[in-house]
């Protein structure tokens, strides 16, 4: 492929600043009316992603599979799921969104594939076939095996073991499953997962891929010894990024650099550890990982600027671009989260009927959003958040689809509530999602007082969401100072809940987490902010400006 997407204002690779658009295709829009948003569906709204000025494109899985996890139970690494499209209809995709500048970056999903994939199928079939080696089998412990080979439990609740059913019908060995057990774990020890990773990661880059985002980066590697988890041991983790993983990043980036346009690897690391994440953020390794130091930071300012340092200096060394990320499909949507006591993010808070100010919520979600456009480096934004949507939390339990909620027995309401269907236009459900004549209702309700929130409702009013982040993307894009370019400088002189800073000497950010209203820095010009300002030019309280120094 010749020339692969726009240059920007910065000589700087496209990743370091790139404003990316996370698009869950089950739920963005759906083209065919089968109430399952699908490529066709994406492809008819990328004027609106090109109006919104979004760089590229993240597409949460679009492979066949029989959607146990949404999707990121993959049964085909080169394919595309019927209820999505066609192969066909995703090269279109890509090259079609290039056609106006948005590059897309895959989701690959190595530590895992579904209980359909072609491996488990004949690793199932015959526990002596080859293929069980791929995988994870143990015999269980206990007197007749009954119990799990080791103590680790599932991200998604209980054991992480599945006990197997010999072909004669008599329960077998025992597979490591860290997700559902519709999620077989792939044994990374061996050469042929290794190839064919390499192999699936060169498919989609020939096919105008610009990038990868790598699903559960850091758990690839398991201690072949699968001892049991003890928090206190001082051995490396069994399973949780463990030293041989560099390795594997280093050939994947050998695959991404032989592109005449180098392909970009954007991990998905959860550690909290700033030193560990950032070795995978090596020059020879990932380009740049999600930032959930920062996705989980409550909204107060000394986290918050503690996050953002703590970031930027743990990049520093590496020389690898920050990014900034607020929300994602598996967290609770941003203008709810800001709306409660507790403004952090973790699963384990992650809990249905808590009080919500919705009103709170928005104004401190529109702050965010210039504060997280502001900062150096690349910025997600996930489907639904430029039109401010809130968390869904009266989705009726048989509704629900996450096995997250589903295995924890009721505990956990799961990651369906920020998943719902997008509204695009009228005022009730199906809100455009799906046409006129659908066959079928979104795959999940809608909320009955969603017409504010439409995409079309939204176009025109020059305060709504929409509009501020079309506003503030356009004024990134412009600013040569933002995105990749200038440090960050903190102004001096301002609030101890004021977060103030400079990018480059002719832009500052100011954002007020205070109760009161703040005076301004002396500036030339209000660029943009997230809400009006009080009659004497103060900034009020949980409002973020753009100023023109
Ligand atoms: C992380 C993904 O973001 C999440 O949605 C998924 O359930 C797990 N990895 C397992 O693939």
Known sequence: MAEHGRQGAQAAPWWRGAVIYQVYPRSFADGDGDGTGDL????????????LGVDALWFNPWYPSPMADGGYDVADYRGVAPEFGTLAGAEKLIADALELGIRTIV??????????HPWFRAAIADPAAPERELFWFRP????????????????FHGPAWTRSTDPDGTPGDWYLNLFDSRQPDLNWGHPRVREEHEDVLRFWFDRGASGVRIDSAALLEKDPALPDLDPDS?????????D???????????????????????????LPDTERFARYLRPDELHTAFNFD??????EPVRLRASIEGTLAAHAPVSAPATWVLANHDVTRTVTRYGRADTSFGFAAKARGVPTDPVLGMRRARAAALLTLALPGAVYVYQGEELGLPEVEDIPPAALQDPMALRSGGT?????GCRVPLPWSGDAPPYGFSPARASAPPWL?????????????????????????????RLRRAESALGDGDDLTWLPGVPANVLAFGRGDRFACVVNLGGDSAELPAHRELLLSSGPLTVDGGLPSDTAAWLRL
């Open 40 to 51: 066709a569906g994406v492809r008819e709204r990328l004027p609106y992603l090109a109006e």
């Open 107 to 116: 989701d690959i999903v190595p530590n895992h594939v579904s209980s359909e």
């Open 140 to 155: 269980g412990r206990g007197e007749h095996g009954e119990l799990p080979p080791n103590n680790w439990v599932s991200e």
């Open 234 to 242: 001082p051995a490396p983790h069994p399973y949780v990024d463990r």
């Open 244 to 270: 041989g993983l560099h390795a594997v990043y280093r050939s994947w980036r050998t695959i991404a650099d032989s592109y005449p346009d180098p392909r970009a690897l954007i991990g998905e690391i959860w």
């Open 294 to 299: 920062f996705l989980s930071c409550p909204w």
């Open 412 to 416: 956990s309401p799961g990651r369906d």
């Open 445 to 473: 309700p809608q909320p009955a007082d969603w017409a504010d929130r439409t995409a079309a409702a939204q176009s025109g009013d020059p305060e709504s969401m929409l509009s501020l982040y079309r506003a503030a993307i």
